[in-house]
Structures are given as C-alpha cells and as structure tokens.
C-alpha cells in the first residue's frame, strides 16, 4: 500500500477549534512539574536520579512507598506504580537515565484507586521531564516488559481497605482460613527464572496438574506437586515454602499427585466433600485456568485468540504540516528502523499486540497534546474495522470495547527509547 492510501484526516483534533492551545506549552509543563515536584513520593532525593526498581501502592489516595523486601508482591485490591529507571546512551557517548513508568491495575481495585494510580503516573513523567516511557499494567494481563523486572510476581487476595479491619481483642479467636498459592511459570515470560505466585480459591477445583500448588492449613504447609509440573516450578515452589517458614515455623510436607497420599491435600480442600469428588475416583484428573487469562477461557483458548486478535504491523505519521492533524500510513509489514522516525512528528507504530506512539523532539505543540486521543481512535476505529455489522449482539460489542480497553497504549520520546520499543519497531528487520 502507497503511504498516501492511508492518508486520514481529522478535522476534529485541529487545535485551533479546541481549547488544548496551552497543552504541551512550556506554561503547561512548568505548572504540571511544580504540582510534581510538591509529591513527597518523588522528592526523596534519588527518583530519577539513579538507575533501578521503586514501588508504589496507593493508598487512601496517597502515593506511599512499598517496602523493598516485598517487590513483586501485589494484593489484587490495590493499585501500584512501578518506576524502572535505566542508563541509556546518547549521541555523545555519555549515559543518562531512561525510564519505564507502570502503572499496576488488579482485578478488584477500586475506581478511585486507579484514577489516582493514572494521574500519578502522568504526574512522575512530569517530574522525570516527560522524557519516561508510560505503561497501563493490567492484573490478568502482565507484559514481557513488566514480567521482566521481577524473578518473581506474587497476586495476593485483598488489599490496603483490609488493613483496617478493627479487631475486637474479647472476641473470641477465629481460625485462619487456608491459603492455597498456584506457582507456575509465565507462558510469555522472557526472563528464565520468572515465576508467577497466585493465590487461588482454597479448594480442589483449583487444582492443575501442569503447576505447583502450597497449601497453608491446620498450622502446616503442603506442596502439591501436579503431575506434569516443571522441575523449574518446583524449586520455585520451594523457595516460596522457605520464605513463608522463615517468618513461621511450621512443618512442611511435599507430595506427589503421583503419590496416593496427594488425596489427604485433596481432602483438605473438600475433595470428600461431593459424590463424584476426586476421591472418588483415583485416575481423575486435575485441570484449572490459569488466573492469569480469562475466567472462561484457558491458556490454549487464550494464545489462540491473540493470535485470531493479532493486526498487521503498520507505522503511521502524525502531523500538522498541512494545517490540521492528518495521520498517514508510512509503513505495512516491511522492516523498519529508527531511520524511518522523522524528529519534527509524532509516529504511532502498532507492532500486532501494542500500540507505541513515538514523540519526535521538533514536534509541535498540537502533536505532543493530541497523541493520546489519536491513539484512542486507531484502536476504537481498527475494532469497528473488524466488526463492521451494526446488528452485532450486545456481547459482540462488550467484546469490542473490552479489546480496545485492554488494548496497551505506551508513549516514548525521541532519545529515550526503551529498549521494548526498539524491539517493537526492528521486530523482522
């Protein structure tokens, strides 16, 4: 296809029938960081300053920080941000940071949670110089990118609104329910020692024989290793099991479902419970999705799915040369290189899965402020694309706006490439 083929116009983001003139300004940016630069979160002297991992959740809409010792541990009421700051070079061979700003949604957050999350987010690029690469984290849908800043991810049931339950000291005591961890490895994963840690309803039916499960109940731990568990999900299991002793001295026992005596753990999470249970039958098999995709769906229904979802890669350009936004088709499928991005104009480059927008340093004002919405609008516009009939069934469209909502939108500015993004881009090059 000629790039002019995929020529769009769009009259509704010229700026000067809006009320966006400001946005982007040098105004704009100096009332933005003076607002920053009051967030205690960010001044406590090494943000963006030096390279590594800082976390945090929020809480009762403040940004508190998370302690060191529980990176990778994330309780699926809250929200978190996570900043990943790393040396990069320049055209002068001298090294400065870049930076990767996620924001870290879990599935039961509360709306409120999440707003502040977003306008955190936004707020820390700010104080970085506008300069971070900024990432939506979804709970049931991790990114490579994310994955990889962890050995290990640990979803935990509650969050901080738990911590507050008032505890009545003449009460009488309650017994602690059982926690039961799936420990697997990640299917899209790239770091070779990653691990996911999820804590799954206490019962058999969660139960997979591909995955390691820990099960804490009666004052013990038990390992149930599932059949056709990888020797790397083992140790992994086993180093979760030693964290927990470390604080709890509590017996351990690992099993099989090899073994007969696996059925005891069954047991344990009401296998005897119904007619027809596993107990009652030695040679049933144990099989759960994984938490991490779709209740209604498993992983090969998941992967399938992407695959059927999956666009073709295309780079299109933003600019306003000719008066008003106009975004173009610069690139289908061919290789491309950092030699196709163009300083004066904002690209937005869909690699099948993401969608990247790369901001040049000479854009104008109305490019650096419109980007947002011209992404959305690919995205809403691509989907409508795919279901062009209007008498779709009303799950059909829910369908849709959950593709377009799930949908990862991240932002790069020119000299500051992640290196996800140059990944992105040279993909087939």
């Given amino acids: 296809m000629a790039p002019h083929e995929g020529l769009v116009h769009m009259k509704e983001y010229d700026w000067r029938d809006s009320n966006v003139e400001l946005v982007g300004s040098e105004l704009d940016h100096k009332v933005k960081y003076a607002s920053a630069a009051t967030e205690p979160a960010w001044n406590e002297g090494k943000v963006g300053e030096e390279a590594g991992l800082r976390v945090w959740r929020i809480?009762?809409?403040?940004?508190?920080?998370?302690?060191?010792?529980?990176?990778?541990?994330?309780?699926?009421?809250?929200?978190?941000?996570?900043?990943?700051?790393?040396?990069?070079?320049?055209?002068d061979g001298q090294e400065r940071l870049g930076h990767d700003v996620f924001f870290w949604l879990g599935n039961h957050t509360s709306q409120d949670e999440a707003g502040v999350a977003a306008y955190k987010t936004v707020e820390l690029d700010e104080f970085l110089h506008g300069v971070a690469v900024q990432h939506r984290e979804l709970q049931a849908e991790p990114s490579e990118e994310f994955l990889a800043l962890f050995p290990r991810v640990t979803i935990l049931a509650g969050g901080v609104a738990s911590g507050f339950n008032h505890v009545d000291p003449d009460a009488e005591p309650q017994?602690?329910?059982?926690?039961?961890?799936?420990?697997?490895?990640?299917?899209?994963?790239?770091?070779?020692?990653?691990?996911?840690?999820?804590?799954?309803?206490?019962?058999?039916?969660?139960?997979?024989?591909?995955?390691?499960?820990?099960?804490?109940?009666?004052?013990?731990?038990?390992?149930?290793?599932?059949?056709?568990?990888?020797p790397m999900e083992k140790a992994k299991a086993a180093q979760v099991v030693h964290d927990m002793t470390t604080a709890k001295h509590m017996d351990v026992e690992v099993v099989s479902q090899t073994e007969s005596r696996h059925r005891a753990i069954v047991s344990m999470l009401g296998g005897d419970a119904e007619d027809g249970g596993p107990n009652d039958d030695p040679n049933m098999t144990f099989h759960a999705p994984r938490p991490i995709f779709s209740a209604r769906q498993g992983q090969k229904e998941h992967q399938e799915k992407q695959k059927q979802n999956r666009r073709p890669r295309r780079l299109y350009r933003l600019s306003d040369t000719s008066g008003q936004l106009q975004l173009s088709l610069e690139k289908e499928q061919a290789p491309m290189t950092k030699s196709d991005l163009d300083s004066n104009d904002v690209f937005l480059l869909d690699d099948g899965a993401h969608v990247w927008v790369w901001q040049g340093q000479g854009a104008s004002r109305a490019e650096k402020a419109m980007w947002i919405r011209v992404a959305q609008k690919y995205i809403h516009a691509y989907l409508r694309g795919e279901q062009p009939n209007q008498e779709q069934q009303e799950g059909q469209r829910d369908e849709g706006r959950d593709?377009?909502?799930?949908?990862?939108?991240?932002?790069?500015?020119?000299?500051?490439?992640?290196?996800?993004?140059?990944?992105?881009?040279?993909?087939?090059?």
């Fill in 175 to 230: 017994e602690v329910p059982p926690t039961l961890l799936r420990v697997f490895k990640h299917p899209y994963a790239t770091r070779a020692d990653s691990v996911m840690v999820y804590e799954v309803p206490p019962t058999w039916r969660s139960l997979d024989e591909d995955d390691v499960f820990v099960l804490e109940a009666q004052g013990k731990i038990w390992v149930w290793q599932g059949a056709r568990c990888s």
């Fill in 403 to 429: 593709q377009a909502c799930a949908t990862a939108v991240a932002k790069v500015v020119e000299g500051y490439e992640s290196p996800a993004f140059m990944r992105a881009l040279e993909a087939g090059a």
């Fill in 59 to 91: 809480e009762d809409f403040q940004v508190v920080a998370w302690p060191r010792e529980k990176y990778g541990q994330f309780h699926e009421g809250d929200s978190y941000i996570v900043l990943h700051s790393y040396k990069v070079g320049d055209k």
